[in-house]
């Protein structure tokens, strides 16, 4: 009778060891359930808290630069990490990215360039994760042996969180993570693409503001600087009709229609200027370049301004180089831009002075050229330099415009480089012009690849300098017979 009973109770213990074994594995999957549920609860709130705090970000006066770098800091605040990373994929599929914004890095990482050879959509490293690629590209990243990874092909923008250890959070990365790190990246690449089309809206509108502006001033250029002529035309064409009733001597015919003449030919070059300035301003211009005799070119160019100058009492006073220089220019829009430039000093300079057409060459050892009037200039072309004389190739040509007229402020010199635009209202305009002639003197010196400098002080007068480039000038007696290379043509 004991064994029984013994036997029984062995067959009841082996049943009730085998009832709390099933009752204890339905307990644990009970808990990982609960734990999975509360993960995946933790996610979905991170999730809809970075959609909050990041939708934010829109309504806020920031950069899309300046985004990356916050939207970080709420990544990682929320995701609880040890540091993450924003990367931005150069080419699209190329597999080298920059890091665009880091946290926990250092400012350094910055700008740092990372090489994958092939970029996971989605990726994760636990202590069980195997040392091959692309672990070790991706743990390098941020240095950290746990890293959560994300990348958007569509974009080619990339987002990297990273651990020290794997208790940071309370369990390692997992597979449910990808829902965190992907939603993250996701809301990133939305709020930036937002951010960066409202930039583009803000810059489409100002460029629309800027060309409705530059259309109001040229109308009230045009209307300004045709009214003139066009009085002009109109009052001494009805002065010699026949049925004006006026009675006119035969000098007095010739002296109205040489100023009809005057004033036609004054609203032509006015036409003309608009043309240039919207063929520079459409598709360029194209140069028939060839090797010409600045000299010649200079004198040419003074002595079509002398008169303009003497009507005006200022006096074109030009200094020819010495030596024999060729340049390699478009002739007819080369003399365009003395004609400019002279014409332009001639206007704005004060009756009885002196405008003065010079070249100067750059030594090879200078850096660079004068900053400002009064200070040390190039050394004129033979004439004995104030220092170290420039060696037999300068590295530079220059050609100097100067007068002694009322001058500008530093602050009115980007203005005046803008179409139909004078150092003060168009109202109260000091000189006539359209406001074409430094931007069209400008755009071409730049067609041709020579350098063009503007240097003025307010009652100190104007120096304009273009500067020709080693490449686009010889010093010989002889004409060179082969183009530079890489010379406009």
């Given at each position: ?5 013994e ?57 899309p ?86 990348y ?42 937002r ?38 035309v ?22 109205f229609?040489?100023?009809i ?151 009115d010199?980007?203005?005046?480089l ?11 305009r ?60």
């Amino acid at each position: 009778m004991n064994a029984v009973q013994e036997a029984q109770k062995d067959r009841e213990l082996a049943y009730y060891r085998r009832e709390c074994n099933v009752l204890g594995s339905r307990l644990l999957r009970l808990q990982e359930e609960q734990s999975q549920a509360y993960r995946e609860a933790r996610r979905s709130r991170t999730v809809a808290k970075l959609l909050r705090e990041a939708y934010r970000l829109i309504h806020l006066g920031y950069t899309p630069g300046e985004i990356g770098r916050l939207m970080l800091d709420i990544i990682v605040d929320n995701a609880m990490c040890d540091r993450a990373a924003l990367l931005q994929e150069l080419v699209p599929g190329s597999g080298d990215f920059r890091i665009a914004h880091a946290l926990g890095l250092g400012d350094d990482a910055v700008g740092a360039r990372i090489r994958l050879a092939s970029a996971p959509p989605f990726f994760f490293t636990t202590s069980r994760t195997r040392i091959e690629p692309p672990v070790y590209e991706l743990t390098s990243i941020l240095r950290l042996p746990y890293v959560l990874w994300a990348y958007d092909a569509a974009s080619g923008h990339a987002l990297i969180l990273g651990n020290e250890t794997e208790g940071n959070v309370s369990r390692p990365f997992e597979e449910g993570d990808q829902e965190l790190v992907e939603g993250a990246l996701s809301v990133y690449i939305d709020v930036l693409v937002r951010k960066q089309a409202e930039a583009d809206l803000m810059k489409a509108k100002l460029l629309a503001e800027e060309a409705s502006s530059t259309r109001s001033r040229f109308l009230a250029t045009l209307t300004h600087e045709l009214r003139t002529p066009l009085n002009a035309v109109i009052g001494f064409s009805e002065m010699m009709s026949r049925r004006s009733g006026y009675s006119l001597t035969e000098e007095q015919f010739e002296e109205f229609n040489s100023y009809i003449l005057g004033s036609a030919r004054q609203l032509l070059s006015l036409i003309n200027e608009i043309l240039d300035y919207s063929s520079l301003s459409r598709a360029g211009v194209a140069l028939s370049c060839a090797w010409e005799d600045l000299a010649y070119l200079l004198a040419e160019a003074a002595g079509a301004a002398s008169g303009v100058g003497a009507d005006r009492a200022v006096a074109v006073v030009p200094t020819v180089p010495a030596e024999r220089i060729w340049v390699w220019v478009d002739r007819v829009r080369f003399r365009q831009i003395l004609d400019n430039l002279l014409s332009n000093a001639v206007r704005f300079s004060h009756a009885g002075g002196t405008v003065s057409l010079r070249t100067a060459q750059q030594a090879p050892s200078a850096p660079q050229l004068p900053s400002a009037i009064g200070g040390p200039a190039p050394s004129a072309i033979g004439a004995p330099a104030p220092s170290a004389p420039c060696g037999p190739t300068p590295s530079a040509l220059c050609i100097e415009v100067r007068d002694e007229g009322i001058g500008m402020s530093e602050a009115d010199i980007p203005r005046v480089l803008e179409p139909f635009q004078q150092a003060g209202n168009v109202l109260e305009r000091r000189a006539g012009g359209t406001g074409l002639g430094l931007p069209i003197a400008k755009g071409l010196a730049e067609a041709h690849g020579i350098g063009f400098e503007l240097e003025s002080r307010p009652g100190a007068g104007t120096t304009v300098r273009l500067v020709l480039p080693a490449g686009l000038f010889v010093i010989g007696t002889d004409r060179p017979t082969a183009p530079p290379r890489d010379a406009a043509r």
